[in-house]
């Protein structure tokens, strides 16, 4: 046994090809992934995880039409404004990665509020991956230590592998189990710097299907998985 993950992350794919299956718009699979990711997230952060991050959308996804695009964006602004007081609510404390360029004000705005409504909320952390690239985060983190130094005379001798965190988007700890739907076997650039030693679970299920059975099943696996992380397991 393993216990409880302390941060999970989840590559949410697999909504389009759930609706196509289903003879419907790629869009409509975003909006039942976004139905089911609230759903789920809760159940994972009651479970008793300290730290969710989902990927929503990545740097490259700008390379979708620009239909598929548009309607992701507004998802976004009409989702955070409404769903505020559900985060408030659930005591869920929302934070996002990613680069800012070039999303647009109105996304900002909402994004901003939310941030700033559940800053105090103490029910789990909720990191929302959004403009997010893994290779972008480790450039960023690179021009921000440059910053750093030609700024604040910092010493380069100090930054080490753990306190590395603090350049990335979000301070938080390492990834304990990665989770990928909808059957692709890739990273996709997803968390680089803290998937170094993540358990690695990849499901069949599209996004819109990974309801709170589903995430049972990743756990079960997670606790069956010989964790060593370099080193030796010690027997029980
Ligand atoms: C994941 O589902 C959601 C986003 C990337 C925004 P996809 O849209 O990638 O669905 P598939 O992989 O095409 O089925
Ligand atoms: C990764 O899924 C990004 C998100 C889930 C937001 P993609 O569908 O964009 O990744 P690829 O293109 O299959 O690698
Ligand atoms: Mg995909």
Not at 5 to 14: E, R, T
Not at 148 to 163: A, H, R, S, V
Not at 209 to 222: G, N, S
């Amino acid at each position: 046994m393993n216990g409880i993950p302390n941060h999970v992350a989840i590559i949410m794919d697999g909504n389009g090809r759930w609706a196509t299956r289903q003879g419907k718009k790629r869009t409509e699979g975003h909006y039942a992934g976004y139905k089911r990711l609230k759903k789920t997230a809760l159940y994972i952060l009651g479970k008793g995880v300290k730290y969710l991050s989902v990927f929503a959308f990545s740097t490259e996804n700008f390379k979708r039409s620009e239909e598929e695009v548009n309607y992701l964006m507004d998802l976004f602004v009409t989702a955070f404004k409404s769903d505020l007081g559900f985060f408030v609510r659930n005591n869920v404390k929302v934070i996002f990665s990613g680069r800012i360029k070039p999303l647009s004000d109105k996304v900002l705005k909402v994004m901003e509020e939310l941030i700033d409504e559940t800053k105090d909320c103490t029910g789990g952390t909720f990191n929302i991956c959004l403009n997010y690239g893994g290779q972008a985060e480790l450039v960023d983190a690179a021009k921000k230590i440059a910053i750093d130094y030609k700024e604040n005379n910092i010493n380069l001798d100090d930054i080490d592998m753990n306190n590395f965190y603090k350049y990335l988007y979000q301070n938080l700890p390492p990834v304990d189990l990665m989770i990928r739907t909808s059957g692709e076997l890739r990273i996709s650039n997803f968390m680089l710097y803290s998937i170094a030693y993540a358990e690695l679970y990849f499901t069949e299920t599209c996004f819109p299907d990974f309801d709170e059975k589903e995430f049972d099943k990743a756990l079960e696996a997670y606790n069956n998985r010989n964790i060593t992380k370099g080193g030796v397991k010690e027997k029980k």
